[in-house]
């Protein structure tokens, strides 16, 4: 047996849930199929023992990351458990892990494969071979989703009425995905000195609080994002479907906060720009926002249409910070510490050598140092 690891089980269907309530040293358990990036980062941040996934963590759609993210971390996962864990298995459980079976009071209640190096190499590799039909896929439905939605978005989209001025400044839009903890440390000093609006996507709101920023509007279904968050911020919208329901409102309700509602098709970092495109904004700035053909395939979205359509409409004043971190890496070197140090002590001695004082002493230092030598 190579592994055995005993602990107190979380349990939940959506990782972002799961993260929020686990302790570091406990056992997560999910249902997360094609494990994505950003789903790994947080059980990585949250500390967690072990991850046991009652769904595939590598289904071959697409070469997913995150199953290579916690191998990295040499956190084990269980893979393909089987939905029935969910059942059995509660919140403060203490399970054990034997190899690729899971324990409950000593009775066996699932079992998976455990993802190792290798396993994970062979089935990423399945996924590349795989992507080119995926990708074909995601192209056809992406183009049938912008044809139904091309002119909402890009005609008169219907706008809440804001309290934030946002005309004729930058707008800084920020969702918590991958690196973006690297680039607002990045671009902090820009957002010191230019003072964007900032507006936080759903969890974005708490990647601001992260740098002791308070985000001047938070938008989306409010489904990742924290009521400290939502109590902090100066405004919130809430993403709505077309029909009119809009359950992030509910629970804006129950806060007794107040918040606009927006209906437009897409994803809510969609929504944030053209709000702010819409507003007037001079720039949009991007942090963590989906770029990609692999972010979109994470998403899980049958259809990006409306987000292909926000880019081509605010293209000409969208600017992605996404991965400006590893545009400048370049770390301070002695040589340059020692050039600084130099360069500070030329007035010093400039200062000295004009100083009465210290030509004195200059001078009985020189003396002396003849009668030393003899001379």
């Known amino acids: ?119 994970i190499k062979r089935e990423m590799a399945l996924a590349k071979r795989n992507l080119e039909a995926e990708l074909d896929g995601f192209i056809d439905n992406t183009l049938e989703y912008a044809k139904k939605e091309k002119d909402l978005i890009l005609g008169k989209l219907e706008l809440p009425k804001l309290r934030t001025d946002i005309s004729g400044r930058h707008a800084l839009v920020v969702v918590r995905g991958k690196d973006y903890r690297n680039d607002l440390s990045i671009i902090k000093s820009y957002i010191e000195e230019v003072k964007p609006v900032l507006i936080g996507v759903d969890g974005g709101g708490d990647a601001l609080l992260e740098f002791g920023l308070v985000p001047d509007i938070i938008i989306g279904d409010m489904d990742s994002v924290s009521d400290r968050a939502l109590r902090k911020c100066r405004e919130i919208v809430v993403h709505a479907y077309m029909d009119g329901r809009a359950p992030g409102l509910e629970r804006i309700n129950r806060l007794g906060l107040n918040a606009e509602v927006l209906c437009c098709p897409g994803t809510s970092e969609d929504i944030a720009m053209l709000l702010a495109y819409e507003n007037g904004a001079e720039l949009i700035v991007a942090v963590g926002a989906h770029s990609s053909i692999i972010d979109f395939l994470e998403k899980g979205r049958k259809g990006m249409g409306s987000t292909f359509l926000t880019r081509l409409k605010v293209g000409d004043r969208l600017v992605d910070a996404k991965g400006v971190n590893k545009l400048y890496r370049e770390k301070v070197k002695p040589k340059h510490i020692v050039g600084l140090v130099l360069a500070a002590m030329i007035p010093v001695v400039i200062a000295g050598a004009m100083s009465p004082p210290l030509q004195q002493l200059y001078r009985l230092l020189s003396i002396r140092l003849r009668l030393v030598l003899g001379y």
Do not use: F, Q, W
């Open 1 to 119: 047996m190579n592994l055995y690891i005993k602990s107190k089980a979380v349990v939940d269907k959506k990782t972002k849930n799961l993260v929020r309530r686990i302790k570091p040293g406990e056992i997560g358990i999910i249902c997360h199929r094609d494990l994505d990036e950003v789903g790994a980062m947080s059980l990585i941040e949250a500390r967690v023992k072990a991850v046991v996934n009652a769904e595939r963590s590598i289904s071959g759609r697409y070469p997913n990351l995150g199953p290579a993210l916690l191998y990295r971390e040499g956190i084990p996962l269980i893979d393909n458990v089987g939905t029935k864990i969910l059942e059995t298995v509660k919140d403060g459980d203490t399970v054990e892990l034997r190899d690729g079976r899971i324990y409950l009071r000593g009775v066996l209640v699932g079992k998976g494969s455990v993802m190792n190096g290798k396993t």
